[in-house]
């Protein structure tokens, strides 16, 4: 009795350890990959269809990676929009956009040892960042 | 033969069995646990200093009047990485432990004679001394930014 107590309380502090330090690991890659997807599709955008399409084949083009940096970013949504509170994934009005978000939804890391004691079996690690078409030059 | 709590030097043997087998694998689940979660702390740190070096990299000015100026552009950006300041004073200490500016590789992607398209900022050939077992990473963290910063052939770095 007391040894399974005893393995159930180990179980849980491997878990900790190493699951937690997976996730605010692949937390951390999610976020610096959509900073550097946003900023790379607002400089493609020009006010026209063809400046959404450059946009959205510059958030594929970046090799940023993921999951200890191992694993490529899937299922990536790109949304345009006139400001940063109506965004779209296909604008009717190309000429106005201004803004765009990109989305990290699907970062589903598995997990090891919490759910040996009850935790779930993956956790889902999802990013957003916004960048404008006209950004503030934050150095020198 | 019986020994105190009316134990016998079998039963007294078979505890100090269990106990030695038992603590061997506690020992090692925990040296374990410290050896991943350390490491993991660390990557985590590096991962959050080369984001931001190459955040900062991807918005400064990118004078290359010389390779001197390109040079001294790109230990600003290595300064930025390993201190979190492009000019640290001399007694500041490392945002990551044991990093150096010459781990950091940078690397700016485009065409030569106009401005670049993207910087890529990693780390190479630093370990993590976690004690039971040291890792090494090489060429991770990596993050690339696109360039959106000003492009200046003809300045000299300040």
Same mark, same amino acid.
């Given at each position: 009795?007391?040894?399974?107590?005893?393995?159930?309380?180990?179980?849980?502090?491997?878990?900790?350890?190493?699951?937690?330090?997976?996730?605010?690991?692949?937390?951390?890659?999610?976020?610096?990959?959509?900073?550097?997807?946003?900023?790379?599709?607002?400089?493609?955008?020009?006010?026209?269809?063809?400046?959404?399409?450059?946009?959205?084949?510059?958030?594929?083009?970046?090799?940023?990676?993921?999951?200890?940096?191992?694993?490529?970013?899937?299922?990536?949504?790109?949304?345009?929009?006139?400001?940063?509170?109506?965004?779209?994934?296909?604008?009717?009005?190309?000429?106005?956009?201004?803004?765009?978000?990109?989305?990290?939804?699907?970062?589903?890391?598995?997990?090891?040892?919490?759910?040996?004691?009850?935790?779930?079996?993956?956790?889902?690690?999802?990013?957003?960042?916004?960048?404008?078409?006209?950004?503030?030059?934050?150095?020198? | 033969?019986?020994?105190?709590?009316?134990?016998?030097?079998?039963?007294?043997?078979?505890?100090?069995?269990?106990?030695?087998?038992?603590?061997?694998?506690?020992?090692?689940?925990?040296?374990?646990?410290?050896?991943?979660?350390?490491?993991?702390?660390?990557?985590?740190?590096?991962?959050?200093?080369?984001?931001?070096?190459? &955040?900062?990299?991807?918005?400064?000015?990118?004078?290359?009047?010389?390779?001197?100026? !390109?040079? +001294?552009?790109?230990? %600003?950006? $290595?300064?930025?990485?390993?201190?979190?300041?492009?000019?640290?004073?001399?007694?500041?200490?490392?945002?990551?432990?044991?990093?150096?500016?010459?781990?950091?590789?940078?690397?700016?992607?485009?065409?030569?004679?106009?401005?670049?398209?993207?910087?890529?900022?990693?780390?190479?050939?630093?370990?993590?001394?976690?004690?039971? &077992?040291?890792?090494?990473?090489?060429?991770?963290?990596?993050?690339?930014?696109?360039? !959106?910063? +000003?492009?200046?052939? %003809?300045? $000299?770095?300040?």
């Amino acid at each position: 009795m007391a040894m399974s107590v005893c393995m159930f309380l180990l179980l849980a502090v491997i878990g900790l350890a190493f699951d937690l330090g997976r996730v605010y690991i692949a937390r951390n890659e999610a976020q610096v990959f959509v900073d550097a997807a946003s900023l790379a599709a607002a400089q493609q955008l020009d006010g026209t269809a063809s400046g959404l399409d450059r946009a959205r084949a510059a958030v594929q083009r970046l090799p940023n990676r993921w999951n200890l940096g191992t694993e490529p970013f899937q299922g990536v949504q790109v949304e345009f929009g006139p400001d940063s509170e109506h965004l779209d994934a296909k604008p009717r009005d190309t000429a106005a956009v201004h803004f765009v978000r990109v989305t990290a939804p699907d970062n589903h890391l598995e997990i090891l040892f919490l759910r040996a004691v009850g935790g779930p079996d993956s956790f889902t690690v999802p990013a957003q960042a916004m960048a404008a078409t006209n950004p503030v030059r934050l150095a020198e | 033969m019986k020994l105190g709590l009316g134990r016998t030097k079998w039963q007294k043997g078979h505890a100090m069995l269990e106990l030695a087998i038992a603590a061997g694998v506690m020992l090692t689940c925990l040296a374990g646990t410290f050896q991943f979660g350390y490491t993991f702390y660390v990557y985590n740190q590096l991962v959050t200093a080369v984001g931001n070096g190459a &955040r900062y990299a991807a918005q400064r000015s990118y004078r290359t009047a010389s390779a001197a100026d !390109i040079d +001294r552009g790109n230990a %600003a950006i $290595r300064n930025m990485v390993v201190y979190g300041d492009a000019q640290p004073s001399n007694d500041v200490a490392p945002v990551v432990a044991g990093l150096k500016p010459e781990q950091v590789k940078i690397e700016w992607i485009g065409k030569e004679g106009r401005a670049p398209d993207a910087v890529d900022v990693s780390i190479h050939d630093y370990t993590v001394n976690a004690i039971f &077992r040291a890792f090494t990473f090489d060429g991770k963290p990596f993050v690339e930014f696109p360039y !959106i910063g +000003r492009y200046a052939p %003809a300045e $000299r770095e300040p």
